[in-house]
T-cell receptor, first 115, second 116 residues
Framework: AQSVTQLGSHVSVSEGALVLLRCNYSSSVPPYLFWYVQYPNQGLQLLLKYTSAATLVKGINDFEAEFKKSETSFHLTKPSAHMSDAAEYFCAVSPGGTSYGKLTFGQGTILTVHP | DAGVIQSPRHEVTEMGQEVTLRCKPISGHNSLFWYRQTMMRGLELLIYFNNNVPIDDSGMPEDRFSAKMPNASFSTLKIQPSEPRDSAVYFC??????????????FGPGTRLTVT
């Protein structure tokens, strides 16, 4: 079984500041991990994914995440926040190595960016 | 590519009525997923199809919910009878075989359902 915990339902940063969104996972098998972003009234868009290759993963819009097995974490970061980054972010886990790939999502973190 | 298409985008109906949500996956994709998003429960997988066959429907909340995929380019999610607690945003997502190794799912814009 898989589960995801996103620490902090709301995160607020100033424009230009570091963005850090936290995600911890639980998985009985080696996981595949994902970050999705959801803008208001839209569907989810994939930001980046970890599928057992490099542990530091780079995604779109300068986001990146690092898979840390020892900490069971997959935190999302961006060096400098932009107003357009304001959205809801979801971390998701899937059992690696299977053809099903059922995604289990965290509860989401709403990112607010102040000017 | 038009992406995953869902209709309607918004649906308001009265309790007891039948509701049908529609999804057209990305052409060539052979896996289709229906999700429900609510404030209380977050994003939940309702049902998953592969090659038009339901593989996992363990997330379907009760018998009032049913889903079909008559062909590779169309799926429906039906609620009959609808109840106020069914109010949510329903997402459809699709995935192609070539994405199987990365499990990337492409989401539609969602249908916002309000049952009064």
């Amino acid at each position: 079984a898989q589960s995801v915990t996103q620490l902090g339902s709301h995160v607020s940063v100033s424009e230009g500041a570091l963005v850090l969104l936290r995600c911890n996972y639980s998985s009985s098998v080696p996981p595949y991990l994902f970050w999705y972003v959801q803008y208001p009234n839209q569907g989810l868009q994939l930001l980046l994914k970890y599928t057992s290759a490099a542990t530091l993963v780079k995604g779109i819009n300068d986001f990146e995440a690092e898979f840390k097995k020892s900490e069971t974490s997959f935190h999302l970061t961006k060096p400098s926040a932009h107003m357009s980054d304001a959205a809801e972010y979801f971390c998701a886990v899937s059992p690696g190595g299977t053809s099903y790939g059922k995604l289990t999502f965290g509860q989401g973190t709403i990112l607010t960016v102040h000017p | 590519d038009a992406g995953v298409i869902q209709s309607p985008r918004h649906e308001v109906t009265e309790m007891g009525q039948e509701v049908t949500l529609r999804c057209k996956p990305i052409s060539g994709h052979n896996s289709l997923f229906w999700y429900r998003q609510t404030m209380m429960r977050g994003l939940e997988l309702l049902i998953y199809f592969n090659n038009n066959v339901p593989i996992d429907d363990s997330g379907m909340p009760e018998d009032r919910f049913s889903a079909k995929m008559p062909n590779a380019s169309f799926s429906t999610l039906k609620i009959q009878p609808s109840e106020p607690r069914d109010s949510a945003v329903y997402f459809c997502a699709s995935r192609g075989d070539r994405d199987r190794s990365s499990y990337e799912q492409y989401f539609g814009p969602g249908t916002r359902l309000t049952v009064t």
